[in-house]
């Protein structure tokens, strides 16, 4: 992955700040520790990371606000780490832009390669980029720029895009018309997400469908095959 890559971590609990401190930092990573949301707001101006950690209880504001507000950045991954175990609550934190959702207890090495997993995944973009010969696509009235992970309407209206959300689109553009399976959508590394596999796919699919379809709840540009997969209805052309 090549350097070392920094990690926030946003937890008000010091044991698990010790922990992670031992842990991110005994293979391999930098890592700062911050107990609320706005210090690592603060943090975010001086310097970005690579992928932030947030806990949903916070002492100084919502967890799941901050995830919202985090995610909006498209510099850097967001992986919850919480108590809050609940399907639904994990389904909520995808929804909300995180690139991965952790149950604590948790198991210190899954936790490692859940976050080289998103890392990857971002250098992965970078090296379809590469691949395709283009890192900027045009479909449906749509520009989609890979490399700033944003999306540009013809009327100038912009969207961003997470880098979970920006693989599932990739995978999409390089097959139109064809009909993919969640497999293939997801690529060879899968997530290891406590949610049911499916899930994952089909809501990262919903937040892209509310970003470029005229009504999400009727999608033209991407089809649900029942059973089967998804389908890109769309003509794409990558850009030079």
Known sequence: MGGRK???????????????????EGFGFSAAFFASGQAVRTAIRRE???????DLGLPDMDGLTLVRELSEDVRFAVIVLTGRGDVSDRVLGLELGADDYIVKPFEPRELVARVKTVIRRREQLIANARGI???????????????A???TADDGRRETLTAAEAALLVALLKAPRRVLTREQLQGPELDREDIPFDRAIDVRISRIRRKIEADPRSPKLIRTVYGAGYLFTADVTWLS
Request: hydrophobic share 45%; with cysteine.
């Open 149 to 151: 992970l944003t999306l």
């Open 48 to 54: 970005v990371p690579d992928v932030c950690i947030v």
């Open 6 to 24: 920094l990690i926030y971590v946003v937890d008000d609990d010091p044991d698990i700040r010790d922990l992670l401190r031992t842990v991110l």
């Open 133 to 147: 010969g283009s890192d900027k696509a045009r479909f449906g009235g749509w520009t989609f720029d890979l490399g």
